[in-house]
């Protein structure tokens, strides 16, 4: 028997199940290396920070993570360590994307024709790429370890900064030869043009937010979209205030992409341990109704309205966790679907 501690915000991690295993739900902000003594594989999400000091001296040999992005695990430790790891790449991207244009249609920024600045091109600011190219925005990439055969568009962060709309994908990393930790400073903040939109639906820390809030509060005019903090979940309220969207750092939370995540580490925990395939899931949403509005920003609200995460996260700052461990179901924009060819583009399904 396999026993299996995994986080118990996972998405439907209740309906996973295997005769071979024995499943402990946790809250996985806290775990620490008493909870895995007699534990054989780890399955979290990016609250829980994975160690030597979380893993030593335990008899886990699988870790999991339900997320797109590894800055929470200590990868040369695993390595090292001898034990295997999987996460879900890609998952939540398509969510994330959903977020910035509603996000843009939230506060009235009509992205069509506008330039847009990325920084950070992995599985979703390539596809923030692809739709912001198919609405005929001028694209601005920066990501220093692709080159021009992986990602068109690259250039200088200085070019980035000074598009229209400037938006954050990247991970936290404090070494190696791009940091990207505090990688958004005051100088690099006053390169934003005025009107800029800038969005965070990264990490938090990539932006400095001391500098942000001096910066701001000293007359910027700016545009501020946040779903990512330095601190989580002790988030700085004065920067809230700020901030024309905040969110909990749900953007990439729809329930597609939160089934995704769950099915592909479950899928490779199965596959660890050579066990059998994973029963399906139930509760797969099914396509929605054809949209019968064609105003780009109203079809998109009419699917998802950051402005009620921004009033409850505004309203509950204390519960941060909570907001996304009680987070309603949300649909991404291509379940559902439109004749029209400009909401395609913004990623509404072809009828």
């Known amino acids: 028997m ?6 118990e915000n996972i998405a439907l991690m209740e309906e996973f199940h295997s005769p071979d295993m024995e499943f402990v739900l946790r809250a996985g902000r806290g775990l620490r290396a008493e909870d895995l003594m007699n534990i054989d594989a780890l399955l979290v999400r990016s609250v829980t ?3 030597q000091q979380l893993l ?21 430790y695993l390595n090292n360590a001898g034990i295997a790891y999987s996460y879900a790449p890609g998952s939540n991207a398509d969510s994330v994307v959903d977020y910035v244009v509603c996000c843009l249609a939230a506060i009235g920024r009509d992205p069509q024709g ?12 390539r596809r923030l790429y692809r739709r912001m190219k198919a609405l005929g925005c001028e694209c601005f990439c920066y990501d220093p370890f692709l080159g021009e055969d992986q990602q068109a568009d690259l250039c200088e962060l200085e070019q980035v900064l000074a598009a229209d709309i400037v938006s954050l994908h990247t991970p936290l990393t404090s070494s190696g030869p791009y940091p990207t930790e505090n990688m958004i400073n005051m100088d690099q903040l006053k390169e934003l043009r005025a009107g800029a939109v800038l969005i965070n639906a990264g990490r938090g820390g990539v932006i400095n937010e001391s500098a942000l809030k001096d910066h701001v509060l000293g007359g910027a005019d700016i545009q501020l979209v946040f779903d990512v903090w330095k601190g989580e979940p ?5 920067l809230v205030e700020l901030c024309q969207i905040s969110t909990p750092h749900i953007a990439g939370y729809a329930a597609r992409a939160k089934l995704r995540g769950s099915q592909m580490v479950f899928e490779a925990l199965c596959q660890h341990f050579a066990l059998a395939n994973p029963l399906p899931v139930s509760g797969k949403p099914e396509d929605a109704d054809v949209t019968k509005d064609n105003q780009w920003d109203s079809a998109l609200l009419s699917v998802y309205d ?3 995460d921004d009033q409850r996260l505004r309203a509950n700052l204390g519960d941060f966790d909570q907001l996304r461990k009680s987070y309603p179901a949300r649909s991404e924009l291509a379940e559902h679907r439109s004749e029209n060819k400009v909401l395609q583009n913004f990623g509404f399904s072809k009828t």
């Open 2 to 7: 396999i026993r299996v501690l995994a986080d």
């Open 234 to 238: 002790n988030i700085d309220a004065d």
């Open 114 to 125: 506008a330039s847009i600045g990325i920084i950070g091109c992995g599985q979703v600011g």
């Open 56 to 76: 030593q001296n335990t008899p886990v040999r699988f870790v999991g993570s339900a997320t797109a992005g590894i800055d929470h695990l200590d990868i040369n």
């Open 306 to 308: 950051p402005r009620h």
């Open 49 to 51: 920070e994975v160690n």
